[in-house]
T-cell receptor, first 111, second 114 residues
Framework: GENVEQHPSTLSVQEGDSAVIKCTYS??????FPWYKQELGKGPQLIID?????GEKKDQRIAVTLNKTAKHFSLHITETQPEDSAVYFC??????????FGAGTQVVVTP | DADVTQTPRNRITKTGKRIMLECSQT?????MYWYRQDPGLGLRLIYY???????NKGEISDGYSVSRQAQAKFSLSLESAIPNQTALYFC?????????????FGPGTRLTVL
């Protein structure tokens, strides 16, 4: 089955700096790669996703890149703000729609 | 997301007790999922259902059972709770008809087994 590894497990950044979270996956059949943000006391919420036919996608301050050959994908947050502090999860999905999640990254943005 | 609700939000129970966690959704989605979240392990799939007549085991189904009472309702049961089932439990829904596999999560149930 699919195995998703996520690094780092914690990330502390200064407000205004960039944050990068990296994930690798094992199943070459995976074709959908979402990123979820989980704030304290809440369920995960989708912030951006990318499909296997696309190499990069951007939405304001967040972007995701995908390298299918190397089987890795990354989340980039630019100009970080305190409200970006949360736990971020990457995931990989095959055509059946089941998600395999990474272990999560705790991001702390310090003023 | 208010469209996916979970009850109870918090529950403390004792070893050996039977407990049911409930999930309801107003999104009209056919697919529903139950996940367990533990620190450092991310979210792991317990059971999933692609429609009312379909139930499938996930990665960690041992010790759990589910019931899909209707399109909108999906319940998770622990027949005899044990302390290592202490975790945060999430229900999620999705609609493949949207053309992608975004899952919408409920607010979670924090379960403590003493």
């Amino acid at each position: 089955g699919e195995n998703v590894e996520q690094h780092p497990s914690t990330l502390s950044v200064q407000e205004g700096d960039s944050a990068v979270i990296k994930c690798t996956y094992s199943d070459s059949a995976s074709n959908y790669f979402p990123w979820y943000k989980q704030e304290l006391g809440k369920g995960p919420q989708l912030i951006i996703d990318i499909r296997s036919n696309v190499g990069e996608k951007k939405d304001q301050r967040i972007a995701v890149t995908l390298n299918k050959t190397a089987k890795h994908f990354s989340l980039h947050i630019t100009e970080t703000q305190p409200e970006d502090s949360a736990v971020y999860f990457c995931a990989a999905s095959d055509s059946w729609g089941k998600l395999q999640f990474g272990a999560g990254t705790q991001v702390v943005v310090t003023p | 997301d208010a469209d996916v609700t979970q009850t109870p939000r918090n529950r403390i129970t004792k070893t050996g007790k039977r407990i049911m966690l409930e999930c309801s959704q107003t999104k009209g989605h056919d697919r529903m999922y139950w996940y367990r979240q533990d620190p450092g392990l991310g979210l792991r799939l317990i059971y999933y259902s692609f429609d009312v007549k379909d139930i499938n085991k996930g990665e960690i189904s041992d010790g759990y059972s589910v019931s899909r009472q209707a399109q909108a309702k999906f319940s998770l049961s622990l027949e005899s709770a044990i302390p290592n089932q202490t975790a945060l439990y999430f229900c999620a829904t999705s609609d493949p008809g949207l053309g992608y596999n975004e899952q919408f999560f409920g607010p979670g149930t924090r379960l403590t087994v003493l």
